[in-house]
C-alpha cells in the first residue's frame, strides 16, 4: 500500500503493508517498505553488519567497489551483501538533505536491511514480515528515536559503569605468557584499571579453549594472580568459531554450519588457516558453550570479551531452519546466562541482535600502531581492517548506539615507542573513547616515560562535560574536537598495475601468505612490537 505522509512536517510517499502512528514515531509493518521524499538527498548513512563492518556517511549516489580480499568478507562484513551493487546499510539507513535535515527508516527486527536508488529508501526483511521505524528531524532526534524503539524491543545494557581496561592484544598481539603479564600486572599499581584482560594466544587452538604452554599456572592460576593484583580478571574467547587443526573441529565436524551444497560455509581466514562457524541451533552445540563460559567463570573471570561472534549470523543451513541473526541472538541468550553476572563485552558481532543480552560492544575495527595503510584503503577498498583512521570512522558512525550499550571504540595509545602514529592521532583516539565512554589501553607501563603515564591515569581519571556540536564536533569541557578531516575515504579505487606486487615483494613466504589473507601485515607487527 502506498501512502502520501507527514512524517514529522516532511511530506513522504511511503509503501508498507500497515502503517501506525505511536509515541515513538510513525511505526511501518512489512517485508518490503519504502520512503520517497519529496528532495533529493545529498548524503546517505550506511551502517555496517558487524563491529568491523564500514559505518559511515557518504555522498548520496555514490557506490563503493567490494572491497578486497574476497575471502575475508564473511569475516569483515555481512557476506550475503559484499557484492551488492548499491552500498548496503544493516538494519537502518538515513538520508541528509540540503537543509541538514535527516529522514532515518530503522528496523526494529532483525535480518533486516536498507539501500537507497532513484530518490527512495527501500527496507526488507529477508523473510517475515518485520516493524520499521521512520522518523525526520534532526540527526541527534532521530537517531535518539531510534535507540529508545529499539531498547523497547531488544533491551539495552544493565545499569553499571564502564569499566577502564588493560587489555593484552595490541601489544602482545597472539603471544601473551604468564611471567611478562605477571610484570606488566606489578607495573600498573596504582593506575586506575578496573579490568586486566589477557586476549588471544592463551589458548591451545581456536576451539581448545584450554592454556597453552605459555600459562603453566592454568588459567584459574593467572586469574588469581590478577584478583592478587587488585583487578578484575578478564579474558578473550571467541567461542562461534574453530580452525580446521583444532581437536573440537576434528572431533565434532558436524557441528559446524554447512551450506546448502553440503559444504562447510566459510567464517573468513585468520591465524593463518581458514575459520569455521558452529551451528548453535544443534542442542549439543549450546550445550558445549554452556559449559564453556561456566568453565571461564569457574576459572575466575568475571569480565568476557566474546569476539568473532558473527559466525553465529553468517548465511548457511542450519539444524532448525531458522533464520540467521535469530539463530544468533538465540546462542547469545546462552552465552549472557551461562556468564550469571559477568560483564559481557561483544566483538566481531552484528549490532542489532546483541542489544539487551550484552553490556559493552566493540563499535568499529580494531586500532593499529599506524593510521592508515594505503593498500588496504585506496586499492583494496577495504575498510574494517585494523588502523586508528578506520577505527575512529566507524565508531563515530555508531555513537547513537550509546543510550543501548557501553559503546567501546577499541584501545588508545599513550607510548610513543613501537607506535607510528602522531601526538595529534592519538589524542583524537583518546578524545574518541572520553566521548564514546569506555577506555582501554594496552601499552605496557616499561614502555611509558614519566609523563605519558601520568598522561594515562588522568585520561582514566578524567570525567569531562561532552557536548556534540555536529556531527563531527564535540566539545570536551573547554576544548573543542573536530574529527571531520579524518574520515573522508578515499574518492575511488586506486589500482596500479604491481602496487600489490611490489608491497608483497621482499616478505618471507609465510609473511607473503598472510599478507594476501589478510590484507594487512599484522604478521611484521606482531614480531616487531614482541621483541624484548
Ligand atoms: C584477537 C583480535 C583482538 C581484537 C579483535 C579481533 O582479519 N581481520 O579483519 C581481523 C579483524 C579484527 C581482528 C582480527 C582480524 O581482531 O577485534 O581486539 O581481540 O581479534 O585475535
Not at 551483501?81 to 540540503?98: D, I, Q, T
Not at 588457516?273 to 541451533?281: K, S
Not at 570479551?305 to 532448525?320: C, E, M, T
Not at 621482499?506 to 607473503?512: A, I, M, P
Request: net charge negative.
Amino acid at each position: 500500500m502506498a501512502l502520501s505522509l507527514l512524517i514529522h512536517g516532511l511530506q513522504v510517499t511511503a509503501t508498507a503493508e500497515h502503517f501506525h502512528n505511536t509515541d515513538e514515531g510513525l511505526i511501518l509493518r512489512g517485508q518490503y517498505v519504502s520512503l520517497e521524499p519529496p528532495l533529493p538527498a545529498i548524503r546517505q548513512y550506511i551502517h555496517g553488519w558487524q563491529s568491523w563492518s564500514l559505518t559511515t556517511w557518504l555522498n548520496a549516489g555514490r557506490t563503493l567497489p567490494p572491497s578486497f580480499p574476497y575471502r575475508l568478507h564473511p569475516l569483515q562484513l555481512d557476506p550475503a551483501y559484499a557484492r551488492h551493487p548499491l552500498p548496503h546499510s544493516a538494519w537502518v539507513g538515513a538520508l541528509e538533505f540540503a537543509d541538514g535535515t535527516v529522514l532515518l527508516l530503522g528496523a526494529l527486527g532483525l535480518e533486516a536491511h536498507i539501500e537507497y536508488s532513484g530518490g527512495t529508501m527501500r527496507g526488507w526483511y529477508e523473510s517475515g514480515h518485520g516493524e520499521w521505524l521512520a522518523a525526520y528531524g534532526t540527526e541527534s532526534q532521530v537517531f535518539a528515536t531510534y535507540a529508545s524503539a529499539l531498547a523497547g524491543r531488544l533491551g539495552k545494557r544493565r545499569e553499571v559503569p564502564a569499566p577502564r581496561v588493560w587489555c593484552s592484544w595490541y601489544s602482545y598481539f597472539g603471544h601473551p605468557d604468564e611471567t611478562s603479564l605477571g610484570l606488566d600486572l606489578e607495573g600498573l599499581g596504582g593506575i586506575p584499571f578496573d579490568v586486566f584482560q589477557v586476549d588471544d594466544g592463551w589458548q591451545q587452538d581456536i576451539g581448545d579453549w584450554e592454556p597453552n604452554a605459555r600459562f603453566p599456572a592454568g588459567m584459574d592460576g593467572f586469574a588469581r594472580q590478577i584478583r592478587a593484583g587488585g583487578f578484575i580478571p578478564g579474558l578473550w574467547l571467541a567461542p562461534l568459531i574453530a580452525v580446521p587443526s583444532s581437536r573440537l573441529f576434528k572431533e565434532h565436524t558436524d557441528w559446524f554450519l554447512h551450506d546448502e551444497q553440503g559444504e562447510l560455509v566459510s567464517a573468513g581466514h585468520n591465524w593463518g588457516e581458514r575459520v569455521y562457524a558452529l551451528d548453535p541451533t544443534q542442542p549439543a552445540v549450546l550445550e558445549w558453550l554452556a559449559a564453556l563460559m561456566q568453565r571461564v567463570r569457574s576459572w575466575g573471570y568475571d569480565y568476557a570479551k566474546l569476539d568473532f561472534l558473527y559466525a553465529g549470523g553468517l548465511p548457511g543451513v542450519r539444524h532448525n531452519n531458522i533464520p540467521r541473526e535469530t539463530s544468533l541472538r538465540l546462542a547469545l541468550q546462552t552465552l549472557r546466562e551461562s556468564l550469571g553476572n559477568a560483564y559481557l563485552l561483544t566483538c566481531g558481532v552484528p549490532i542489532l541482535p546483541t542489544l539487551g543480552l550484552c553490556d559493552g560492544l566493540r563499535i568499529g575495527p580494531d586500532v593499529a600502531s599506524h593510521w592508515v595503510s594505503s593498500l588496504e584503503s585506496e586499492t583494496l577498498y577495504n575498510f574494517a581492517t585494523p588502523g586508528a583512521q578506520n577505527a575512529i570512522r566507524t565508531s563515530l558512525g555508531r555513537l547513537w548506539l550509546r543510550p543501548l550499550v557501553h559503546t567501546d571504540p577499541d584501545v588508545v595509545f599513550f607510548r610513543s615507542i613501537h607506535l607510528s602514529l602522531t601526538a595529534e592521532q592519538k589524542g583524537l583516539l583518546q578524545d574518541l573513547a572520553v566521548i564514546a565512554g569506555f577506555r582501554g589501553t594496552s601499552d605496557l607501563v616499561r614502555w611509558l616515560t614519566p609523563d605519558e603515564r601520568e598522561a594515562l591515569c588522568q585520561f582514566l581519571g578524567a570525567e569531562p562535560r561532552v557536548r556534540r556540536l555536529d556531527r563531527y564536533r564535540y566539545q570536551l569541557n573547554q576544548r573543542e574536537v573536530d574529527f571531520a578531516p579524518h574520515i573522508d575515504l578515499p574518492p575511488q579505487r586506486v589500482f596500479e598495475a604491481g602496487r600489490v606486487k611490489r608491497f608483497v615483494q621482499g616478505r618471507s613466504n609465510s609473511e607473503r601468505v598472510l599478507t594476501l589473507a589478510h590484507g594487512y601485515d599484522r604478521f611484521s607487527e606482531r614480531r616487531r612490537l614482541t621483541k624484548k
